[in-house]
């Protein structure tokens, strides 16, 4: 059974408004997953490495939602009829910031990674130096 599009018989004016609340889900998805890679970073440059993976884990979980929002957006334009949207500079705008912010979270993954294997090294440093290892 074929699925039927969600701007199946809007007129123009809402069609508009259904791209744009979608491009606004994006926006704010992304700032959402924004927000955990920041405070993913704070618990980095504290040490607190577990409760940074947890924050990452939350952003992807958050970002992947608005690319999906992408994701179907493109398709219905791809497939064109009811779903053909066209340009919007705030959709245009959405996926910039999708792009963004998940720069930052892999970004941030590099920094757990690099902050997790120089702990390390000092850890063991440390037990060398006061003769435990």
Do not use: W
């Not at 074929?2 to 809402?14: F, I, L, N, R, V």
């Not at 245009?92 to 910031?97: C, F, G, I, R, V």
């Amino acid at each position: 059974m074929e699925e039927t599009s969600p701007m199946s018989g809007m007129s123009q004016e809402e069609k508009d408004e259904y791209v744009m609340n979608k491009a606004m889900e994006i926006i704010m998805n992304s700032g959402d997953a924004r927000v955990h890679a920041s405070k993913a970073m704070d618990c980095i440059a504290k040490g607190d490495f577990e409760q940074a993976k947890a924050l990452l884990k939350e952003a992807d979980k958050v970002q992947a939602a608005a690319h999906n929002i992408q994701t179907d957006m493109i398709q219905g334009d791809i497939r064109g009829g009811d779903e053909k949207m066209g340009y919007y500079v705030l959709f245009a705008h959405a996926q910039d910031t999708l792009m963004t912010i998940q720069v930052e979270i892999n970004m941030t993954k590099s920094m757990l990674k690099l902050a997790t294997a120089y702990q390390e090294r000092l850890d063991a440093l440390e037990k060398k130096v006061n003769g435990e290892g």
